[in-house]
């Protein structure tokens, strides 16, 4: 009986898979083990207990408010914080350069697309860490001191100290609108169909009449709030600039880097998108009547997403990792932060284990939206 049940196939597949994950399991139960002892014995505690300390270190700049005197799990939220924004705007800025990018690299004037391609070829063969050194020694040595700073269009200026820009301040109603609204027009896009057949409407453009619905929200909302927003300028006042809103060197370099080297790669996936599309499309496209924009923007680009969003998915998530190399032009990410709490702590195991699981969450995040979405623009066959 033994000898039948080695025999069954299925058996043995499920064994030996049940066999190398308990291998796995106390492998690493002994690795832990070992580690704490190891530690305990040096007086080093293991533990979270550290994140409730005060930090006692400064933040140079973040998205959130942020104060020394704050925890260090305050600390890791607002290097969270910022590496969400750096990640969000060069995902949004990089694609739309991209796009730009790959359009010219199919240009028929040979002088835009020999540039594109010039372009291409320079910025994918040079390290990116070599592109922020760059940006960084240009943004802290070629720009003159705040007195004499360069003004290229009003409410801008450029100086050692930081690019300085128009902003626009809003109070707390004005906050909590543009919220609510934002996640309306998110759930609009996202779920705009399913709310209606749930509620049994039908609507001839279903988007746009959630749109409506959400923009009349706004509305009633906004008369209940009555919110309010002014736009701050920069101003020259003493040795410096006073108003708007000031973007540091560090910031300027990181984000020039990691659009433009992010760019080149999002251009030749668009570009391979594009071309991926048979002649035929175009050709149809003509044949209607339709201009070469409108062709583009009707036909070949929705059929070209089902090939550009698959590689697309793997360099936003590589642009997400690359956020790390902020710590080179000094920018305070969540690496950067994490080097400084180790530094702080000496909890060096529990703020790595701390650092992987947030990027492990945020990459599982991008990559179930774009999962999602290319189920939505997946070509459907007919059965």
Excluded at 12 to 19: E, F, N
Excluded at 58 to 85: K, R
Excluded at 293 to 317: C, D, E, F, G, N
Aim: hydrophobic content about 55%; charged content about 10%.
């Amino acid at each position: 009986m033994f000898s039948a049940v080695l025999d069954n196939r299925r058996f043995r597949s499920w064994g030996g898979q049940i066999l190398l994950l308990t291998g796995l399991l106390a492998l690493l139960a002994w690795l832990v083990a070992n580690t704490v002892t190891n530690l305990d014995a040096r007086g080093i505690r293991v533990g979270f207990d550290f994140l409730w300390r005060t930090a006692n270190f400064p933040i140079s700049e973040s998205v959130v408010p942020y104060d020394p005197s704050d925890t260090f799990l305050w600390a890791y939220v607002t290097g969270l914080g910022n590496t969400l924004a750096i990640s969000l705007l060069a995902i949004l800025l990089s694609t739309a350069l991209g796009l730009v990018v790959g359009l010219a690299r199919r240009s028929k004037h040979p002088l835009t697309a020999g540039v594109a391609g010039v372009f291409v070829t320079t910025t994918r063969n040079m390290p990116l860490i070599v592109h922020l050194l760059f940006w960084y020694a240009v943004a802290t040595t070629a720009l003159p001191a705040p007195r004499q700073a360069y003004n290229p269009v009003p409410g801008v200026f450029l100086s050692l100290r930081g690019f300085y820009i128009p902003s626009l301040n809003l109070d707390d109603g004005a906050v909590a609108l543009l919220c609510l609204v934002s996640a309306g027009v998110l759930i609009a896009v996202i779920f705009g169909r399913r709310i209606l057949s749930t509620f049994g409407l039908k609507a001839r453009h279903p988007f746009l009449s959630l749109i409506a619905l959400v923009m009349l929200f706004a509305i009633v909302l906004g008369l209940t709030l009555q919110p309010t927003a002014e736009i701050s300028f920069p101003e020259m006042k003493g040795f410096n600039f006073a108003g708007g809103l000031r973007l540091s060197p560090e910031f300027a370099a990181l984000m020039l880097g990691l659009v433009i080297y992010t760019s080149a790669f999002i251009g030749e996936i668009i570009r391979g998108g594009i071309d991926a599309v048979s002649l035929g499309q175009w050709e149809a496209g003509r044949a209607i009547g339709l201009s070469e924009r409108h062709t583009l923007t009707k036909i070949i680009i929705p059929q070209a997403l089902r090939v550009i969003i698959p590689p697309m998915t793997s360099q936003y998530l590589s642009t997400v990792k690359n956020t790390t190399l902020a710590l080179a032009v000094g920018y305070p990410e969540l690496g950067l932060v994490v080097g400084t709490v180790i530094n702080q702590t000496g909890q060096a195991i529990e703020s790595i284990a701390l650092l992987l699981g947030i990027f492990l969450t945020i990459s599982i995040a991008v990559s179930l939206f774009m999962n999602w979405y290319n189920a939505h623009v997946a070509l459907v066959e007919a059965r």
